[in-house]
């Protein structure tokens, strides 16, 4: 069983910066895909972007160029850095982690983007 605990969500002006970081444990994390998702009031959960064993990234269109995942294996933690945030930013993010088995989540950090 792994446990992720996202930390580092807040209050940002737009235009402003935010670095989310998920802890996990409870299992061999270099062996899992790992990635960010966030959901916004009345909207499904969508995929902000993945970063895989071997550090190959994606990103959703809306936010490439704008944010960067990264991971430590040896620190068993993500990171999201979120750059030129926009109001449409706003969300619960969550982290994510991924086999082709298996599928967690961590509890969410709220982000606001507001003037």
């Known amino acids: 069983q792994v446990q992720l605990v996202e930390s580092g969500g807040g209050l940002v002006q737009p235009g402003g910066s935010l670095r989310l970081s998920c802890a996990a444990s409870?299992?061999?994390?270099?062996?899992?895909?790992m990635g960010w998702y966030r959901q916004a009031p009345g909207k499904p959960r969508e995929l902000v972007a993945t970063?895989?064993?071997?550090?190959?990234?994606n990103y959703a269109d809306s936010v490439n160029g704008r944010f960067t995942i990264s991971r430590d294996n040896a620190k068993n933690t993500v990171l999201l850095q979120m750059n030129s945030l926009k109001p449409e930013d706003t969300a619960v993010y969550y982290c994510?982690?991924?086999?082709?088995?298996?599928?967690?989540w961590g509890q969410g950090t709220q982000v606001t983007v507001s003037s």
């Open positions: 970063i895989t064993r071997g550090g190959s990234t």
């Open positions: 994510n982690a991924a086999t082709v088995t298996m599928n967690y």
């Open positions: 409870g299992g061999i994390f270099s062996l899992y895909r």
